[in-house]
T-cell receptor, first 111, second 116 residues
Framework: RKEVEQDPGPFNVPEGATVAFNCTYSNSASQSFFWYRQDCRKEPKLLMSVYSSGNEDGRFTAQLNRASQYISLLIRDSKLSDSATYLCVVNGGDSWGKLQFGAGTQVVVTP | DTGVSQNPRHKITKRGQNVTFRCDPISEHNRLYWYRQTLGQGPEFLTYFQNEAQLEKSRLLSDRFSAERPKGSFSTLEIQRTEQGDSAMYLC??????????????FGSGTRLTVV
């Protein structure tokens, strides 16, 4: 079983709509959680950290459910520029903070 | 400082040849990581340095792979006797101290290796 699992999608979203997706993680000792965005053939870039109480960054909302070991990302008012692969990232519980990446969820925003 | 720099951006090599990639992290970052990413997958951890010490290596890192970080600055990743299965994007990332737990990593643009 992979440590971080995501629905690969693609999620096809009309411009202006809302899209949400989850990822699950297996290591209950994980303490840090992130969403990264990756454009085609580019490097991953940090989108946002995920805090226990949930947090927003503009049109993006992240939630953490420790009991069920999943993280979610919601994108409101989708823009064409939101089309990308969203990587769920979890620290592996190691003392030095090794990050484990999911395979990504592809989002395609259509006009 | 413009971030994490990786060279070359692309490398095409014949099977059996040796290749070396370079990563220059953000100057104040003491931790450096190498990851490998293949199509449709997320980045997979290869190895990690704190300053010049290589503290962990993944089982993915076979004997043909070696990484160094002399003087705790730039790092090199060498692959000997390349195989077609080594074709991937090799990503370098850096972070400051335990900041990875709070702020994640900063990645370089990667080196895309194609073994023919």
């Amino acid at each position: 079983r992979k440590e971080v699992e995501q629905d690969p999608g693609p999620f096809n979203v009309p411009e202006g709509a809302t899209v949400a997706f989850n990822c699950t993680y297996s290591n209950s000792a994980s303490q840090s959680f992130f969403w990264y965005r990756q454009d085609c053939r580019k490097e991953p870039k940090l989108l946002m950290s995920v805090y226990s109480s949930g947090n927003e960054d503009g049109r993006f909302t992240a939630q953490l459910n420790r009991a069920s070991q999943y993280i979610s990302l919601l994108i409101r008012d989708s823009k064409l520029s939101d089309s990308a692969t969203y990587l769920c990232v979890v620290n592996g519980g190691d003392s030095w903070g090794k990050l484990q990446f999911g395979a990504g969820t592809q989002v395609v925003v259509t006009p | 400082d413009t971030g994490v720099s990786q060279n070359p951006r692309h490398k095409i090599t014949k099977r059996g040849q040796n290749v070396t990639f370079r990563c220059d992290p953000i100057s104040e970052h003491n931790r450096l990581y190498w990851y490998r990413q293949t199509l449709g997958q997320g980045p997979e951890f290869l190895t990690y340095f704190q300053n010049e010490a290589q503290l962990e290596k993944s089982r993915l890192l076979s004997d043909r792979f070696s990484a160094e970080r002399p003087k705790g600055s730039f790092s090199t990743l060498e692959i000997q006797r390349t195989e077609q299965g080594d074709s991937a994007m090799y990503l370098c990332a850096s972070s400051l101290g335990s900041g990875a737990s709070n702020y994640g990593y900063t990645f370089g643009s990667g080196t895309r290796l194609t073994v023919v």
